[in-house]
């Protein structure tokens, strides 16, 4: 049984691909020093957090059966400190929660601590509209504003986006059993500081400090600027109704915004529009005083809520700039025919190997000797007591080929 378990259930557009990363590419390095991220493969946690809420997420629930059950065993048969993360546990429920802590010892004798990485919402509101985009969504910034400020709640979109960012609600539904001293929340510094902090904040709140990590991943989950998510808009409207899920990760989500649009640095930001400052700034505040009432351990600082002033130079990705859209097209159709090519050169290359292949095979066929076997197993194939040797020799031979 883990003495204890760090729980970190978010919040998403946290540093949170980063921090996972690290984990899971160090995990015999922690495993020396007696904590375990318990895991087989990257997304570990992403499918047993699906198979908790069981959650429908482009057709992996399948795959995710199972996959807490899992997860669970491994930290209840590890005896030291234990570490859980991903960020869409943030919306779960009360009874999915309920069934989490039980089935990761809370209640026998484990300790459980609740970690929560949280942002301004300045930065998460158009960093979730545009997650949104990453996975086939087609509304627009204008649409999604309008859905997240309804005080209702009611469409799908709202729901999730304040299901996974509603700082004090998520502590509610995590922390209802969990002493303030065992929950831990752990602030993004504002930009512009130093790329090192937060993972020292990190570190800080799971006890990795003094651990010789590699910190150098290469997994994260970068931001695309306006007319790049006006783009990448516009590919999901016409394209998902021809391009399967299964390809749209690689080719659009992947290929395209990830290791192509996101270089695009230079172009207009995504940003929160000025006339919603003066909401996000008053819900901000009533989050930082009630945080500040509760007595939790805050890692960082809380006036990182606050969040950046209104910028001078809005631009709506709803009506950008259209040589700027141009100009992102270019590039990722650019990015489209290079992997074409090497897509072309690498069926070549098979293309050759196959020939070899069927070329040696041909000339082992034309030897003396294949022909010799080969007209004996036809002659024996003709006859009941020819048929029973053959199948006695190939049971001799432990082969259930029909060659000989």
Not at 353 to 360: F, H, N, P, S, T
């Amino acid at each position: 049984m883990s003495r204890k378990v760090l729980l970190h259930v978010g919040t998403p557009k946290t540093g949170t691909s980063y921090l996972q990363d690290v984990l899971f590419r160090n995990r015999e390095v922690l495993a020396e020093a007696g904590i375990a991220y318990p895991a087989t493969r990257h997304d570990g946690h992403f499918l047993a957090a699906l198979d908790l809420m069981q959650l429908p997420w482009g057709g992996l629930q399948a795959e995710a059966i199972g996959a807490w059950d899992a997860l669970a065993e491994q930290v209840r048969a590890h005896d030291g400190t234990a570490i859980v993360s991903h960020e869409i546990l943030a919306t779960a429920s009360r009874a999915q929660i309920g069934q989490a802590l039980e089935s990761l010892g809370h209640g026998d004798a484990t300790e459980v601590h609740l970690v929560l990485s949280v942002r301004d919402l300045v930065r998460q509101i158009p960093a979730e509209w545009q997650e949104n985009l990453k996975h086939r969504a087609r509304l627009s910034y204008g649409a999604f504003l309008d859905q997240i400020t309804d005080p209702e709640r009611a469409t799908r979109i709202g729901a999730w986006f304040w299901g996974v960012q509603e700082i004090p609600d998520i502590l509610d539904r995590w922390g209802q059993d969990l002493p303030p001293s065992q929950v831990h929340l752990v602030t993004v510094p504002p930009p512009g500081g130093a790329p090192e902090l937060l993972w020292k904040r990190f570190s800080q709140a799971f006890g990795l400090d003094g651990i010789d990590l590699d910190l150098e991943g290469e997994r994260h989950n970068p931001s695309l600027g306006a007319p790049e998510t006006a783009l990448l808009r516009r590919i999901n409207r016409k394209a998902n109704a021809e391009l399967a899920p299964a390809d749209y990760r690689p080719l659009v989500r992947e290929l395209l915004a990830h290791q192509t649009l996101s270089r695009r640095t230079r172009s207009p930001r995504l940003a929160l529009p000025p006339e919603l400052h003066p909401w996000v700034q008053e819900l901000s505040a009533s989050w930082i005083s009630e945080i500040e009432a509760r007595g939790y351990d805050v890692v960082g600082d809380l006036g990182d809520l606050v969040g950046a002033p209104p910028v001078t130079d809005y631009t709506d990705p709803d009506r950008p700039r259209e040589r700027h859209v141009a100009a992102a097209a270019v590039d990722a159709i650019t990015a489209l025919l290079l992997d074409n090519a090497r897509m072309r050169h690498e069926q070549e290359r098979l293309h050759a190997e196959l020939a070899d292949v069927r070329g040696a095979l041909e000339r082992a066929h034309a030897t003396p000797s294949y022909r010799l076997r080969h007209g004996i197993v036809v002659r024996l194939e003709r006859s009941r007591a020819g048929r029973t040797v053959l199948s006695v020799y190939r049971r001799a031979r432990g082969r259930s080929s029909r060659s000989a």
